[in-house]
């Protein structure tokens, strides 16, 4: 039955000394949507990420994907990840960035380097080295790297901040198309328009998922106006 679902998590827990960051997790994603982390900063979004990949051990509790138990080799080549600190050579070009990311993956097509840059928008930079670019072009660059091998699952932690507006639509409506096309999609946020967009949310709080659904569904359980508000319900802060 765990295939049926593209990520599962049974019982997670992360602590770093005596920080809990995800506080006991248990998560089931099915293929093809997009699953929106929303939390504050320092509620575990970027240590469950790091837990659901595989590249973090969990203190307890176990994480599955494309029905492999992380963390597993043969997974490698079938994850995206974009991560929230950019890494990327700086002193090579965005174009040698993503053939590098996409040979490694054993994925490099011409093409399809050229594809991925065109479409973060960077086709005019692609020769420029990455030093030279704004923090907005450095993640757009870190998109093209995380998406070259086309993963079934794709993790992007806070993958639209510091991009323009029309860029982030631009980048959601791919998302979109990824999903049509069955890849699951794990994305952390803070920015409440991008939340909407999600297939489902999950509210974490203090390494606790305090609520899970639809951004509407949500809204309307809480009673809340917008999403904000219905956070604040769910995780105790707002007025009942
Ligand atoms: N490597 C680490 N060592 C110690 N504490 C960490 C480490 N990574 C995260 N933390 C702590 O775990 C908590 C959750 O962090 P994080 O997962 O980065 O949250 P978020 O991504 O939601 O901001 C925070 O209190 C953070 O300081
Ligand atoms: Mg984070």
């Keep these: 039955m765990s295939n049926a679902y593209a990520l599962q998590a049974k019982g997670l827990v992360k602590r770093f000394g005596s920080i809990t960051a995800v506080d006991g997790l248990d998560l089931q994603v099915e293929p093809g949507v997009t699953y929106g982390l929303l939390g504050p900063n320092a509620s575990g979004k970027t240590t469950l990420i790091r837990l659901l990949m595989g590249i973090l051990p969990p203190t307890q509790g176990e994480a599955t994907l494309l029905g492999k138990r992380v963390p597993d080799r043969a997974l490698r080549t079938r994850v995206g990840y974009m991560p929230q600190a950019i890494a990327l050579y700086e002193d090579l070009s965005v174009q040698e960035n993503v053939t590098f990311y996409a040979?490694?993956?054993?994925?490099?097509?011409?093409?399809?380097?050229?594809?991925?840059?065109?479409?973060?928008?960077?086709?005019?930079?692609?020769?420029?080295?990455?030093?030279?670019?704004?923090?907005?072009?450095?993640?757009?660059?870190?998109?093209?790297?995380?998406?070259?091998?086309?993963?079934?699952?794709?993790?992007?932690?806070?993958?639209?901040?510091?991009?323009?507006?029309?860029?982030?639509?631009?980048?959601?409506?791919?998302?979109?198309?990824?999903?049509?096309?069955?890849?699951?999609?794990?994305?952390?946020?803070h920015i409440m328009d991008e939340a909407e967009r999600c297939t489902r949310l999950g509210l974490l709080y203090q390494g606790r998922l305090i609520a899970e659904g639809t951004a509407k569904g949500l809204r309307e359980r809480a009673g809340a106006e917008t999403l904000e508000q219905a956070f604040l319900k769910f995780s105790g802060n707002g007025q009942a």
């Design 103 to 189: 040979r490694l993956m054993g994925a490099y097509t011409a093409e399809g380097v050229a594809e991925v840059i065109g479409l973060v928008d960077l086709a005019d930079r692609a020769k420029s080295i990455v030093a030279a670019l704004s923090g907005g072009m450095k993640r757009r660059a870190s998109l093209a790297c995380a998406l070259v091998h086309r993963p079934e699952v794709l993790f992007l932690d806070e993958p639209t901040v510091g991009v323009d507006p029309h860029l982030r639509v631009q980048f959601w409506e791919h998302f979109q198309r990824l999903n049509a096309q069955g890849v699951t999609i794990v994305v952390s946020t």
